[in-house]
């Protein structure tokens, strides 16, 4: 079945960037995205990026995806103090309406 | 962007009592919604896919006379999670899909925490 994957913990200093990286394995997948969830709430949408491209940058995002490796990673630029969540990445299937999220990645950033 | 809301936000009950949780489209219509469970430093685990007007679609492994969904109008799905044990303690989350932009986007509501003693 599919499987996705990310680090447990990434922790950088205010100002600095930060990389999230993402495996998955169903090739079959149209969209991805970055989901970002704050404790004890839901998930908000960060920014996706359609199979058939390469990158995609939103402000201080950017979505690097290498379709031949099935890697995703989430740029944060200038990443703020406000940045410190969970972030999910997840995928979806071309004829299914799922997400499968991945395990989480819980970026911390210090002063 | 759209809103969806989740009701309660959270809940202590009795080992053996059921719990309705309630899942609303505020602004759009919503004909697929879904339930999520998460444990603590976990990842969402989907349950089952709602459909509204016809019976829900479970995932495997999940117990569907356990956790019952209703999806009985465009805007409001529930779920209720019946002869509740201390193992269903989770944190719970709804989605639902909004078919008229151009993602065809999931929106998560903001969870439900559940605790059974």
């Known amino acids: 079945g599919e499987d996705v994957e990310q680090s447990l913990f990434l922790s950088v200093r205010e100002g600095d960037s930060s990389v999230i990286n993402c495996t998955y394995t169903?090739?079959?997948?149209?969209?991805l995205y970055w989901y970002k969830q704050e404790p004890g709430a839901g998930l908000q949408l960060l920014t996706y990026?359609?199979?058939?491209?390469d990158m995609k940058q939103d402000q201080r995002l950017t979505v690097l995806l290498n379709k031949k490796d099935k890697h995703l990673s989430l740029r944060i630029a200038d990443t703020q103090t406000g940045d410190s969540a969970i972030y999910f990445c997840?995928?979806?299937?071309?004829?299914?309406?799922?997400?499968?999220f991945g395990t989480g990645t819980r970026l911390q950033v210090f002063p | 962007g759209a809103v969806v809301s989740q009701h309660p936000s959270w809940v202590i009950c009795k080992s053996g009592t059921s719990v309705k949780i309630e899942c609303r489209s505020l602004?759009?219509?919503?004909?697929?919604m879904f339930w999520y469970r998460q444990f603590p430093k976990q990842s969402l685990m989907l349950m089952a896919t709602?459909?509204?007007?016809?019976?829900?679609?479970?995932e495997q492994g999940v117990e569907k006379d356990k956790f019952l969904i209703n999806h009985a109008s465009l805007t409001l799905s529930t779920l209720t999670v019946t002869s509740a044990h201390p193992e269903d303690s989770s944190f719970y989350i709804c989605?639902?899909?909004?078919?008229?932009?151009?993602?065809?986007?999931?929106?998560f509501g903001p969870g439900t925490r559940l605790t059974v003693l």
């Open positions: 997840a995928e979806s299937g071309d004829n299914t309406d799922k997400l499968i």
């Open positions: 990026i359609f199979s058939n491209m």
């Open positions: 709602s459909n509204e007007g016809s019976k829900a679609t479970y």
């Open positions: 169903d090739s079959s997948s149209t969209y």
């Open positions: 989605s639902a899909r909004d078919r008229s932009g151009p993602l065809d986007e999931q929106f």
């Open positions: 602004d759009f219509q919503a004909t697929t």
